[in-house]
């Protein structure tokens, strides 16, 4: 079946647009995630949407950053005000359940540049 | 102290080599802890969970040390497939915290 998808696979903006990032996940899937990977660097939590929960935002690095979903279906992450330190990678994972122990299948990823 | 640490290698080793990773984290209460692998400009993918009582994937072993807060990963006959990032994933409750992984080349 289909997997995470993410678009665009490539953004390049200037410094202080704003810019959009899109997840789909795999259908059914209750849990989606943002992750954010710099050059040579581990994966950062973002954010976490649980079904109709609350989204916990505690990995949000700055009030620039924001997320929303639909439901159980699209993400769209947005950063306004990009600066040279959002160029990063970012992932959308998603998962049958936001208990522990299940697997997390990740997207391939935006791979943002800010000039 | 980092949640999750790993040492970063590079690991380089000749086909056919046994060789282990470890990994550290510093939360006592983390419920999950899992080994991702992270292919060059991939996403990270699912290589196995870690239990307690240690678990075995044909040439994969995983290991877990709650009292150490310790896990280690061993692959033996390593092939030149295995070459990449192996990352050290914990779970403590919602989202996973990744170790910065531990790269792998296998050379022929």
């Known amino acids: 079946g289909a997997g995470v998808s993410q678009s665009p696979s490539n953004k390049v903006t200037e410094k202080g647009k704003d810019v959009e990032l899109r997840c789909d996940p795999i259908s059914g899937h209750t849990a989606l995630y943002w992750y954010r990977q710099r050059l040579g660097q581990g994966l950062e939590f973002l954010i976490y949407?649980?079904?109709?929960?609350?989204?916990?935002k505690s990995g949000l690095p700055s009030d620039r950053f924001s997320a929303e979903r639909t439901g159980e279906s699209v993400s769209t992450l947005t950063i306004q005000r990009t600066q040279q330190e959002d160029s990063a990678v970012y992932l959308c994972?998603?998962?049958?359940?936001?208990?522990?122990?299940?697997?997390?299948?990740f997207g391939p990823g935006t791979r943002l540049t800010v000039t | 102290r980092k949640e999750v640490e790993q040492d970063p290698g590079p690991f380089n080793v000749p086909e056919g080599a046994t060789v282990a990773f470890n990994c550290t984290y510093s939360n006592s209460a983390s419920q999950s802890f899992f080994w991702y692998r992270q292919d060059c400009r991939k996403e990270p993918k699912l290589l196995m969970s870690?239990?307690?009582s240690g678990n075995e994937d044909g040439r994969f072993t995983a290991q877990l040390n709650r009292a150490s807060q310790y896990i280690s990963l061993l692959i033996r006959d390593s092939k030149l497939s295995d070459s990449a990032t192996y990352l050290c994933?914990?779970?403590?409750?919602?989202?996973?915290?990744f170790g910065k992984g531990t790269t792998l080349s296998v050379s022929s």
């Open positions: 994972a998603s998962s049958p359940s936001g208990l522990a122990s299940y697997e997390q299948y």
């Open positions: 949407f649980q079904g109709n929960s609350a989204p916990d």
């Open positions: 870690v239990y307690s």
């Open positions: 994933v914990v779970n403590m409750g919602t989202a996973l915290i």
